[in-house]
């Protein structure tokens, strides 16, 4: 059976439900665990994408909620922390506050007030080079992130794909750091379904990318990145169809921070 580890909530600002009513869905699809994640807090005010600290009480509460009506399923506890260089003593601070299954590493930012996956930056990736350059960032920020060993799997790698703009020709030069770093450092990234609900219309990471991973055994998380309880659990179908082309048999789940392997099924229903 399969988990969902990466389900936001309305406490992030741009996402909608309350936990009880995902994990509702995951009882209804089928889903053996799920685990909230959503986009961390800063010390102050950061963004207007995020909780901000002073909700996050509440969200510890939510998801008390959701395992309260939902004794059977597992209810993970998670944040999706934003890695950005020079703020990682707050990764730290962060992950003392609460008794989290696991942890996720997200690259955004790719350099200060320039979040690469919103689309109010877009006039930007038009500039000459841009788009190989916004690329270059990208990489060196997700392998760093990934050998400071501060999250136990890494978010939609390949996010700047998500306006279906990218660098000319092959690819896997991009991909290589991030490969050996998570190789060195015994990480686990997550394949994401998200990138299906985008202008590129692919999940995240590319296969390319799976398969340089599988051959250097480094393991997976299937995930949504729901920010809409209708969206839990969705296009797995088509995530564990191109992982096991591939030749995955297994993925991982996490629990107060420690992680174990799980056979992965052969078939998942697509959701109608
Ligand atoms: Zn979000
Ligand atoms: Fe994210
Ligand atoms: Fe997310
Ligand atoms: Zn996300």
């Known amino acids: 059976m399969l988990s969902d580890y990466h389900l936001h909530t309305p406490l992030c600002l741009h996402a909608e439900g309350h936990p009880r009513e995902y994990a509702a869905k995951a009882v209804e699809r089928g889903l053996a665990e799920v685990g909230f994640s959503d986009h961390s807090p ?8 995020r909780m901000l600290m002073g909700d996050f009480p509440r969200y510890l509460e939510m998801v008390e909620e959701a395992r309260a009506e939902f004794p059977s399923l597992p209810v993970r506890l998670g944040l999706e922390c934003d890695f950005i260089e020079g703020r990682e003593s707050w990764t730290d601070e962060l992950a003392k506050k609460a008794s989290f299954d696991y942890l996720i590493g997200s690259v955004h930012y790719i350099a200060p007030g ?12 038009r500039e000459s080079g841009m788009v190989d350059e916004i690329w270059d960032c990208y990489w060196r920020l997700y392998a760093k992130m990934i050998r400071g060993r501060q999250f136990d799997f890494y978010a939609h790698p ?7 703009l990218r660098p000319q020709g092959d690819l896997r030069h991009f991909y290589e750091p991030t490969i050996q ?18 202008d590129c219309r692919e999940i995240y990471p590319s296969r390319e990318f799976l398969e340089m991973a599988f051959e250097a055994g480094v393991p997976i998380v299937i995930s949504s990145d729901s920010h809409a309880p209708g969206e839990v659990g969705v296009h797995f179908d ?3 169809a191109l992982v096991r082309d591939i030749g995955y048999r297994t ?4 629990r107060q921070r420690e992680r174990y392997e799980v056979a992965l099924p052969e078939v998942w229903p697509s959701i109608t």
């Open 42 to 49: 800063m010390a102050e005010y950061f963004d207007d994408w």
């Open 114 to 125: 320039w979040d690469v996956d919103n689309p109010r930056h877009l006039s930007r990736w």
């Open 158 to 164: 390949d996010l700047p794909k998500k306006f279906g």
């Open 181 to 198: 770093a998570l190789v060195d450092t015994k990480g686990v990234f997550e394949v994401s379904t998200a990138g299906l609900r985008k």
């Open 238 to 240: 088509q995530a564990l």
């Open 251 to 254: 993925s991982v789940r996490f």
